[in-house]
């Protein structure tokens, strides 16, 4: 069956900490593979996404994500977060239509 | 060029009324879809387009029903609301594999 998991639930971090937000996916064939963030209130924008090629990808606001084929996994990052990066964080997969799984989500808290 | 429109943004219905959430989109897409937002559920697809005239189901399909009678609109259909519908909806178009979301609505069902 196809899954997106999220490892973590909740996660509080101060302004400056690094973060790595964790995703493990299981998808039939080709797979394409997002990071969603809904600010409070708001609908989700897409951070960044991975279609093929260079694994680690770069998306906006200085967040980044790897893709680790071997692990099924597509990790977020940013090197140093900030109290606007509170949120949530949705991972997502899809195969070429369209169709979006996503994970359950991660909340996102930075203290000022 | 609006993008993704939802109407309403807010709703309350009572047990067993209808009500149809709109959807449009200027953008051409031929991919358009529907999910519902709850509290630690993530995002689940409720039903999906590929075209005018064709639709299917998606994770959670019961109680919702949809139509595709152009590229631009994609409506959908609560024929009798049950409280385990109170949710925050979602309509989305794809070009290729990238989605594009609308603000949602937030429905209520007392």
């Known amino acids: 069956a196809q899954s997106v998991s999220q490892h973590n639930h909740h996660v509080i971090l101060s302004e400056a900490a690094s973060l790595e937000l964790g995703c493990n996916y299981s998808?039939?064939?080709?797979?394409?593979l997002f990071w969603y963030v809904q600010y409070p209130g708001q609908h989700l924008q897409l951070l960044l996404k991975?279609?093929?090629?260079?694994?680690l990808v770069k998306g906006i606001k200085g967040f980044e994500a790897e893709f680790i084929k071997s692990k099924f996994s597509f990790n977020l990052r940013k090197p140093s977060v900030q109290w606007s990066d509170t949120a949530e964080y949705f991972c997502?997969?899809?195969?070429?239509?369209?169709?979006?799984?996503f994970g359950k989500g991660t909340k996102l808290s930075v203290k000022p | 060029n609006a993008g993704v429109t939802q109407t309403p943004k807010f709703q309350v219905l009572k047990t067993g009324q209808s009500m149809t959430l709109q959807c449009a989109q200027d953008?051409?897409?031929?991919?358009m879809s529907w999910y519902r937002q709850d509290p630690g559920m993530g995002l689940r697809l409720i039903h999906y387009?590929?075209?005018?005239?064709?639709?299917d189901q998606g994770e959670v399909p019961n109680g919702y029903n949809v139509s595709r009678s152009t590229t631009e609109d994609f409506p959908l259909r609560l024929l009798s609301a049950a409280p385990s519908q109170t949710s925050v909806y979602f309509c989305?178009?794809?070009?290729?594999?990238?989605?594009?979301f609308g603000q949602g609505t937030r429905l209520t069902v007392v």
């Open positions: 997502a997969a899809g195969g070429s239509q369209g169709n979006l799984i």
């Open positions: 998808y039939g064939g080709t797979v394409n």
């Open positions: 991975y279609f093929s090629g260079d694994p």
């Open positions: 953008m051409n897409h031929e991919y």
């Open positions: 387009s590929v075209g005018a005239g064709i639709t």
């Open positions: 989305a178009t794809a070009r290729g594999t990238e989605a594009f």
